[in-house]
C-alpha cells in the first residue's frame, strides 16, 4: 500500500523541532579509553550505545553471572512459580561450594528474599546455587534455564555453566550481553531492582558490605554488581540515574577493586556530560486523526504503542526533524494496534529512530450502502484498482 508524509502533520512537527535545523552542531570529545578488556556505555531508556570497545568479546564473567542468576529468580517470582517467603532448603553442594559467602548452613531453611540479598549484595556463592536447586532442582538445570533466558534476551556470545560464576569451560558472556541483561532488570523487575543499592546485609549474624564502591561515591549510583576472579580481572556494572536519564556501564578485566570503579565512573561522567535523553512521545499518545474510508466511524486516531524517546549530543534538540509516513487510505475494518505508517526520528539528515505508527482503536465495516459508496469515491480518486 503507498505511503505519503501529510502535509499538515509535517507541518505540525517540523514547526516544533526544525526551526533551527541547520544550527552549528555541538562538538563532542572522543570517548575515554578506558585501561580495562572491554566496556561498553549504554542509554538505559532508549538502549542506545554511547560507548563501546571489544563489546562483543567473549570474557569469563566472574559473579555478573549472579546478574543471571537474580534475573532468573526475579522472573520466577514474577510468574508465581516461587514466593519471595519460601524456605529453599540448603544442600551439602551450596554449603560447600567454594568463594564468597552468605554463610548459609546445610540442613536449614533459607527463604528466598534473604537468598537473593545474599546473592546481589554478598556475592554469596553458597546462596546462588541454593537459590538454583529451589528453582531448577538442580544447578544443571537452572544454567540450561539461564542459556534459554540469554536467548530470549538476544544474549548473543554468553553461554552458563554455572550459578555463581566460578571458572567452568565454555563459561562466558560479554559487556553487551551484560548491558542488556541489566537493562531487562532495571525495566523488567523495579521492584526487585532496589535490592542493588542496598550497602549492607547482615545473614546468620555476619554483616557484610556490598562490594560496589560507587555505591559509597556517587549518590546517583543505585545499582548492580561486581565481579573477580583471575580469569575475568576486576569487573563491574554499574546503572546511575541524573535528572531523569538513566545510563548503564560495564567494564570488564581491570586490574583492581579501585580500577574497576574509577574507569566505570569515566564512562558515566562522559555519557551524562555529553548525552541525554529526550521523551518525544509517551506510549498510546495520539499523533494524528486520520479519514477512514468504509467504517462506521469516518475519523480514527493514530499514534505509538511504546513510547518514542531517542539519546542524543546535549544541545542538539533544535536540530531534530520528525515526519510521519502515513498510508494514502485506511479502509474499514480496523483492528486496534495495526499499523498504519511510521515516525521518523532524524539529526542532521542521519536517522535516530523509525517508529510504527498505529491505530489506538477500532473502527468496524459500515453498513452496505457506505461502503458501496465509498469504494465509487476512492475508485474516482485513484486511491483503488
Known amino acids: 500500500m503507498k505511503k505519503i508524509a501529510t502535509a499538515f502533520n509535517s507541518f505540525l512537527v517540523l514547526c516544533f523541532f526544525s526551526a533551527q535545523l541547520f544550527a552549528a552542531p555541538v562538538l563532542i570529545p572522543a570517548a575515554p579509553k578506558l585501561a580495562a578488556t572491554a566496556y561498553i556505555l549504554i542509554d538505559a531508556d532508549t538502549g542506545k550505545v554511547l560507548v563501546a570497545n571489544n563489546e562483543n568479546k567473549r570474557i569469563p564473567p566472574a559473579s555478573l553471572t549472579k546478574l543471571m542468576t537474580s534475573y532468573i529468580s526475579a522472573y520466577e517470582i514474577g510468574k508465581g512459580n516461587i514466593g519471595v517467603d519460601d524456605l529453599a532448603l540448603v544442600s551439602e553442594k551450596a554449603w560447600r561450594t567454594p568463594g564468597s559467602r552468605m554463610f548459609i548452613r546445610e540442613g536449614t531453611q533459607v527463604k528466598v528474599s534473604d537468598l537473593l540479598k545474599g546473592i546481589i549484595i554478598q556475592s554469596g556463592n553458597d546462596a546462588s546455587v541454593a537459590m538454583a536447586e529451589h528453582v531448577a532442582g538442580s544447578e544443571g538445570a537452572f544454567a540450561d534455564l539461564m542459556n534459554q533466558h540469554a536467548q530470549l534476551l538476544g544474549m548473543q556470545n554468553s553461554h552458563f555453566i554455572n550459578a555463581t560464576g566460578l571458572p567452568a569451560e565454555g563459561h562466558y558472556t560479554s559487556a553487551a550481553d551484560l548491558a542488556l541483561l541489566a537493562r531487562a532488570i532495571i525495566k523488567g523487575f523495579p521492584d526487585h531492582y532496589g535490592t542493588y543499592s542496598e550497602k549492607y546485609f547482615t545473614y546468620n549474624k555476619i554483616r557484610q558490605p556490598n562490594r560496589n564502591k560507587l555505591l559509597w561515591r556517587d549518590k546517583s549510583v ?21 535528572k531523569g536519564m538513566r545510563l548503564i556501564s560495564v567494564v570488564m578485566g581491570t586490574r583492581s577493586e579501585e580500577s574497576r570503579a574509577q574507569e566505570s565512573q569515566k564512562l558515566l561522567a562522559y555519557g551524562f556530560r555529553y548525552y541525554e ?4 512521545y509517551k506510549a498510546g499518545e495520539v499523533l494524528n486523526q486520520a479519514k477512514v474510508w468504509a467504517g462506521l466511524k469516518d475519523n480514527i486516531q493514530l499514534g505509538t504503542v511504546e513510547p518514542v524517546a531517542i539519546t542524543i549530543p546535549r544541545g542538539q534538540s533544535k536540530a531534530l526533524s520528525v515526519s510521519l509516513d502515513l498510508d494514502k487510505t485506511i479502509t474499514a475494518p480496523v483492528v486496534e494496534g495495526a499499523r498504519y505508517g511510521s515516525i521518523n526520528i532524524s539529526l542532521n539528515g542521519e536517522t535516530l529512530l523509525d517508529s510504527p505508527v498505529v491505530a489506538l482503536e477500532s473502527v468496524e465495516p459500515a453498513g452496505l450502502i457506505k461502503r458501496i459508496w465509498h469504494s465509487i469515491v476512492l475508485f474516482f480518486l485513484g486511491l483503488i484498482g
Open 222 to 242: 543505585d545499582g548492580l554488581k561486581t565481579g573477580h576472579t583471575d580469569a575475568a580481572g576486576y569487573c563491574l556494572v554499574t546503572s546511575a540515574k541524573r
Open 277 to 280: 535523553s529526550l521523551e518525544l
